[in-house]
């Protein structure tokens, strides 16, 4: 048998995104050196250039981010709006960068910016109201395409370079911005036009817009609530299933129409594949060509061309097929998981119906429904699983239902329903139709949601779940194996979610994680049976908490301290409300939001082996003081080993305590995130700490870390959560404390030397 051509475009395809991702030196004379090797013959030549279409993309990517000089600069920006999203007070704007120059001549270039994000603040008083496809004219400050990097938190930055966003920032308002051209109209908001004249706000005109226009921000926070706890999210979002109904729909059509023309030869007839073909990249456009509809109408096209049965490859060598293609075109769609999650399933169809013969009669259809269903819902769930930390427990039983509901009644009765719209008693009829089983769906959903609402299991728990779901999937799905067997199998594998057991402290040591969120301060203390928080991060203007997004699942905190009330510090306050905590602690005549008791200096506790003691503010009335210096300051001793968090207090508090604290110190979280007014030359020079850390936000208008406490630390290793992301240590044991970050600094920035002291310091905001 051979090969074909297929694989090897796929094997191509992923070499080259690997050689682009990986970027080695010499990387162009190498692929000269092969071109010159393989040049006559023209299968290695073909090979090489998909590899090099592959490798250029992400190559692109990797260099197309703003320059750091550039950072948080005032730059005149002309582009497209792409997406217009508004948030309350805010707007988030996706625009396609045509122009952008900064406004100080000595300043790089910006000219290779493809696409920024971003956020425009009480748009409804400063300005117009926006639509997609316009062109503006922004005054904006843009910032590098990072994110914060804890551990088990979305990974912002991936999604930023994946969504091929070279800048995040925001609009100034001096000057205004200006509309620069209007957006020509599009077929799809011609079409919600048309439906919001036609049908009241309601499900059924959200759920049409989605399931037809393929325009899932009409869906409002409960609809993507219910579709997430239930796992049909795949059901809204535009997929295989949506473009491949279009194309089947449009292939039965044209199939009718064919068999009653030509009577005698409709089986021969090739226009209605075409037709097939067309239909699905005329929905896929209408749909507005996202990587999503994309990928789907290069499967569907694949899928058609085996179906017609037609010089056609086998399903191998078309699942092959159809992933060269996409990689090929889009070779940045390697890093997103509905790529996988499509691929997946199609691959795991294949095993399951490769050599069975087609169903026969309802009952049988019926059956291979069930059957298909029931064996997709493990290797989903753990694809759900690693993709987004969640699991859906009703989505087997849901999607059974909502499957065929979707894909054989609501999708054709609203597609039916916009080709009888020159008839409006009919299209009517047909999307009165479509919105009771829309409402009908939307009740399923929400009970089914109730029922069995989804879980998302600790961390420790998921890489051992996704493997056992895989190999349950597998145990089932693969032809050939005893029933025996899958049953022993099965039943083996049940027991592997009861034997997990979470990794624990024992008593005396201490878990430190400096968490990074920004400009602000949040550090996570754990003893073998207790949990300690000291301070609860920033709230940015947005409204933005970090700490919201920190933990998928409810925490338990034996205690939280707040050293102080300003917002970098205290203004994740509110977003604990999701987890529980034991008690408050804040410094008397400090507003935090909630009850607190007042923290003073004296108060001292011991849990698991581990010492607690509170060194400032000292106790009554403490007015006299700034916020800043009445900041709550924490002594933790594991054994030997001694961790200080200062808060904000400056240069005069740190002498009152430094004779309370025996050096040398373990682990110092720097004062005031770094600034020149903490960390004194005497509570270095006393304390002697071996490690620092500096919790500071990248590009951040204060310069932090001062320069000076920079080199005050010198010979020290020091830490910053800019740059390290969440650092992590482990003390009260015999081996010494080692920092684990979130980020490999040397892969950051090319570090010299050991990775911890890679910390750099920029000069304040000059605006």
């Known amino acids: 048998m051979r090969m074909g051509w297929a694989l090897p475009l796929a094997a191509a395809a992923l070499l080259g995104i690997a050689v682009g991702w990986l970027a080695p030196a010499g990387i162009l004379e190498a692929g000269l050196l092969v071109g010159l090797m393989a040049w006559r013959h023209w299968r290695w030549m073909a090979w090489l250039l998909v590899a090099a279409l592959s490798a250029w993309p992400v190559l692109q990517a990797a260099s197309a981010s703003l320059p750091q000089g550039l950072s948080r600069e005032d730059l005149q920006l002309e582009g497209r709006l792409l997406q217009v999203e508004p948030q309350g007070e805010l707007t988030r704007l996706l625009v396609r960068v045509e122009a952008c120059r900064p406004e100080v001549a000595q300043r790089p270039t910006c000219d290779r910016l493809r696409r920024v994000r971003l956020t425009l603040f009480d748009a409804e008083a400063q300005a117009p109201e926006m639509r997609p496809g316009e062109r503006w004219r922004f005054m904006v400050r843009l910032r590098p395409p990072t994110g914060f990097a804890n551990p088990n938190t979305f ?19 001096d000057p205004e911005p200006l509309r620069m051209s209007s957006a020509p109209p599009l077929p799809a908001q011609r079409g919600l036009a048309y439906l919001d004249g036609r049908l009241e706000e309601g499900v059924a005109r ?58 005698g030869r409709w089986r021969l007839v090739t226009w209605p594949w075409w037709l097939a073909g067309a239909a699905a990249v005329g929905y896929a456009m209408l749909a507005g060509f996202a990587p999503p509809a994309q990928r789907a109408m290069l499967m569907t096209l694949v899928g058609l061309w ?113 080709l009888l719209f020159w008839m409006p008693p009919l299209s009517g ?75 624990s402290l024992l008593p005396g040591q201490l878990q430190v994680r400096v968490h990074d969120v920004g400009q602000g301060q949040l550090v996570d203390l754990r003893t073998a049976n207790h949990r300690l928080l000291y301070d609860a991060g920033p709230r940015f203007r947005s409204g933005f908490m970090p700490l919201a997004g920190l933990w998928a699942r409810p925490q338990r905190f034996d205690r939280v301290i707040v050293s102080h009330d300003d917002l970098d510090h205290a203004g994740g306050v509110p977003a604990l409300a999701a987890h529980a905590v034991g008690a408050f602690m804040a410094p008397r005549g400090e507003q935090i939001g909630v009850p607190f008791e007042a923290c003073r200096a004296g108060q001292s506790w ?12 000292p ?27 200062t808060g904000d207090v400056g240069r005069q508090v740190e002498r009152y305590f430094l004779l309370d604290v025996e050096a040398p110190l373990t682990l110092l979280v720097a004062g005031h995130h770094g600034s020149h007014t903490s960390t004194g030359p005497q509570l270095v020079k006393w304390l002697d700490p071996h490690q620092v850390v500096f919790s500071a936000g990248r590009d951040n208008p204060y310069g932090h870390p001062s320069d000076v406490v920079v080199r005050r630390l010198r010979g020290r290793c020091l830490w910053n959560t800019a740059l390290d992301g969440a650092v992590s240590w482990r003390l009260g044991d015999a081996s010494p404390a080692t920092g684990e970050p979130m980020r490999d600094l040397a892969a950051w920035r090319g570090g010299v030397g050991d990775r911890c002291h890679g910390v750099e310091s920029a000069p304040p905001d000059a605006h």
């Open 155 to 173: 990974d912002y930055a991936a999604w930023l370079w994946r969504e091929r966003i070279d800048a995040t920032g925001y609009v100034r308002h």
């Open 206 to 263: 959200r759920w049409l817009a989605a399931l037809t226009l393929g325009v899932g921000e009409r869906l409002d926070p409960d609809d993507w609530t219910r579709l997430n706890a239930t796992g049909t999210t795949h059901l809204v979002v535009i997929s295989g299933l949506h473009v491949g109904l279009v194309a089947a729909f449009t292939l039965l059509l044209g199939r009718g129409v064919a068999r009653l023309a030509v009577p």
């Open 306 to 418: 085996v179906a017609s049965g037609r010089h056609a490859p086998g399903p191998w060598q078309a699942w092959w097929l159809a992933l060269g293609v996409v990689l090929l075109l889009d070779p940045i769609a390697l890093w997103r998981p509905g790529l996988w999650l499509s691929f997946v399933a199609v691959a795991l169809l294949i095993v399951i119906w490769q050599g069975r013969q087609r169903p026969r009669g309802a009952r049988g259809w019926l059956w291979a429904l069930v059957r298909t269903q029931l064996l997709l819902a493990p290797l989903m769930a753990a694809a759900v699983l690693v993709a987004f930390d969640r699991v859906a427990p009703a989505a087997p039983l849901v999607n059974l239902v909502a499957v065929p509901l979707v894909s054989i009644l609501m999708v054709p009765l609203g597609l039916l329903g916009w």
């Open 429 to 503: 009829l047909c999307w009165w139709l479509f919105g009771l089983l829309a409402e009908m769906l939307h009740g399923l959903l929400g009970a089914a949601m109730s029922w069995l609402p989804a879980w998302s299991p600790a961390p420790w728990q998921r890489w051992p779940l996704a493997l056992t779901l895989i190999l349950l999937a597998m145990c089932w799905a693969l032809p050939g194996l005893p029933r025996r067997l899958r049953l022993v199998a099965s039943l083996a594998l049940g027991l592997v979610p009861l034997s997990l057991a979470p990794p």
């Open 606 to 617: 011991q849990w698991d082996g581990v010492t607690f003691s509170l060194l400032w503010p």
């Open 619 to 645: 106790p009554g009335d403490n007015s006299e003081w700034s916020s800043n210096d009445r900041s709550c300051v924490l002594l933790v001793e594991a054994g030997a080993q001694r961790v200080l968090i």
